[in-house]
């Protein structure tokens, strides 16, 4: 693939994009399909990797430098002084190769609230579940919200991955959260099964289902392990990008450069260019291009934590534990593409309001039939889980009201950028989250699946009061991987980086299309919102274009 559509000459890119992660893969498709010619430069290599293909494989990449940044934020005094481990995808497909592969889009009110920050119809919610549809090929088949038919197949939300998800919803509901067929459906609330970005029992990530198939239209090319160092300019027009590749360096260029590298690098790739916190800037040396004090503020990300269970019936464990079930379930999953090997970590969750006077739900819930309370060196240990029969239950906020940073720590592109969560730094942030734990204990304790757990391990039974409750959540949660909004998209110019349109304010042939250009941040899992920035990002970019109206 490298260097592969080299019969398209450099500087005849209409389109020169960095990254080729949710957003990026999607984008380019799109703007390909509209006869386009695009230029993809992505930092990562192949994402033909076993550990990629393979669902459960998730665990493995969890560390791995080859396909992750694998950032370290700093010391959090809201997570009791810890320093949290952020992973992001830098392989083909980005974090869709590395991620959990839920598929939620969020409810529906917060594309009404990107509707409003942006002041524009084309991020509301009628055109956002236009798009979705269009998007999705769902093995559930289609109604009024669903698709089916689109690039991007998700894996039935209606098959059961282990015999615990039923005792598991049963007792959500005697908790008083009722069944929900459908989470992207009329209502989020509620607890059911989780539809997947999965396809044939194999990953199905941006890469995979928009990005490759691109390449057949002979307009896209994409050059692998590119690192961008920074966006060159001709007086105020983006007019392309300096990258590092094989130990050299080396310019591309094209109509319009387009930023798609994730929530934490299209920031760190703004300053690096002088587009920033100008005093900052200043002080790593940079030269200051534009003063634009919003890049890398208002970062939003979702806090998770679980709470894990001793049970006296067989969980995954059992089969994913000893040798012979790993045989057994590596033997299944390469004969049949089926078995353990072939979903998600989270077999189930849920949607629920901490406070019935809340208009939507402020937690998600996921339930993991295995637990990992045993650390392993160098690995998220689920391939290799604990030796006793356990399960988890997880749950993550929705739309916190904390605020964290990106900045430079160094003027080098290839140094890692600073990243403060500040997480639970408010006081409503921590409010809701120790009301929400406390309703995980409740359904712990409902029939059925109370009838089957013989203790809880974490934090066990002796954290009490909702001072030990917080110390404990402070103290063991972190991010649930969703960090957005650092170049966000919005109708004032004083609190955005973007307009509607995604074109970076105070200079000309410059977007921002990802996670980092949310308005808001979603209630839910990021993969769907940054598939769909793409989406409807090459919309508003088409319609935009140098040269047009
Ligand atoms: C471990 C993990 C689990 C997750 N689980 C889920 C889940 O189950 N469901 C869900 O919905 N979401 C999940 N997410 C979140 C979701 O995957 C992300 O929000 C989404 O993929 C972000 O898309 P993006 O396009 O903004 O960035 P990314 O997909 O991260 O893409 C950015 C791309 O840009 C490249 N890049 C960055 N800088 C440069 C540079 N300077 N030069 C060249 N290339 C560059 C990167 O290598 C990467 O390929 C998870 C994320 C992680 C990390």
């Not at 080299?6 to 890119?13: A, K, P, S, T």
């Not at 790739?269 to 900052?280: E, F, H, Q, R």
């Not at 066990?460 to 969703?482: K, N």
């Not at 995604?502 to 808001?520: I, Y």
Request: glycine share 12%.
């Amino acid at each position: 693939m490298t260097d592969r559509g080299r019969q398209i000459m450099d500087g005849d890119f209409d389109y020169l994009i960095v990254g080729s992660g949710s957003s990026g893969s999607v984008l380019a498709a799109r703007l390909a399909e509209a006869g386009k010619r695009v230029l993809v430069l992505e930092a990562g290599g192949s994402d033909r990797r076993f550990f990629v293909q393979m669902p459960l494989g998730y665990g493995k990449l969890f560390y791995d430098p080859r396909v992750n940044w694998a950032y370290r934020t700093e010391a959090d005094p809201g997570l009791a002084g810890n320093s949290d481990y952020w992973p992001r995808g830098k392989v083909l497909g980005g974090s869709s190769s590395i991620n959990a592969m839920v598929w939620i889009r969020g409810d529906a009110s917060d594309y009404e609230d990107w509707q409003a920050a942006t002041g524009s119809d084309h991020w509301g919610w009628e055109t956002v579940r236009a798009a979705y549809r269009a998007i999705e090929d769902n093995a559930d088949g289609a109604d009024a919200w669903r698709g089916q038919g689109g690039p991007l197949h998700i894996r039935s939300g209606r098959v059961p991955a282990h015999p615990l998800v039923g005792p598991f919803l049963d007792a959500c509901a005697a908790a008083g959260l009722p069944r929900n067929a459908d989470f992207n459906g009329e209502r989020q609330e509620g607890a059911g099964l989780y539809q997947l970005t999965i396809k044939g029992g194999r990953r199905n990530s941006a890469a995979r289902a928009f990005l490759r198939p691109a390449l057949k239209t002979g307009r896209v090319a994409i050059t692998l392990k590119a690192h961008v160092t920074r966006i060159l300019f001709e007086g105020n027009r983006a007019i392309g990008v300096e990258y590092a590749r094989g130990g050299q360096r080396h310019q591309a260029r094209a109509g319009e450069v387009i930023l798609s590298g994730g929530a934490i690098n299209t920031p760190q790739l703004l300053m690096l260019s002088g587009i920033g916190p100008g005093a900052a800037l200043a002080a790593q040396g940079i030269e200051v291009r534009l003063d634009q004090p919003n890049v890398g503020r208002h970062l939003n990300d979702h806090q998770g934590i679980n709470y894990t269970y001793r049970m006296t019936v067989p969980t995954m464990n059992d089969i994913l534990r000893p040798w012979w079930g790993k045989a057994l379930v590596g033997m299944q999953y390469l004969l049949t593409g089926k078995g353990p090997l072939s979903v998600s970590i989270n077999h189930a969750g849920g949607f629920f309001r901490t406070d019935p006077a809340l208009n939507r739900p402020n937690m998600q819930l996921y339930f993991q039939a295995f637990s990992t309370l045993m650390p392993r060196e160098g690995e998220r240990p689920i391939l290799s889980p604990d030796p006793f029969p356990g399960l988890s239950i997880g749950l993550s906020n929705c739309r916190p009201t904390s605020r964290g940073e990106i900045a430079l720590a160094s003027p080098d592109p290839f140094a890692a950028p600073r990243i403060t969560a500040n997480a639970f730094s408010t006081e409503s942030d921590v409010a809701e989250m120790l009301a929400a734990v406390k309703f995980i204990r409740q359904i712990a304790a409902q029939k059925p699946i109370a009838d089957v757990i013989a203790e809880e391990l974490r934090p066990g039974p002796g954290t009490e009061g909702d001072e030990a409750l917080i110390a404990d959540f402070r103290a063991r949660s972190g991010t649930v991987f969703h960090p957005s909004c650092t170049a966000r998209m919005g109708a004032d110019p004083a609190t955005s980086v973007v307009d509607s349109d995604l074109r970076v304010r105070g200079v000309q042939g410059l977007r921002v299309c990802d996670a980092s250009a949310f308005p808001t941040l979603i209630g839910g899992n990021t993969n769907a919102p940054a598939i769909l920035m793409g989406w409807l990002g090459a919309e508003r970019i088409l319609a935009t274009a140098p040269g047009r109206g």
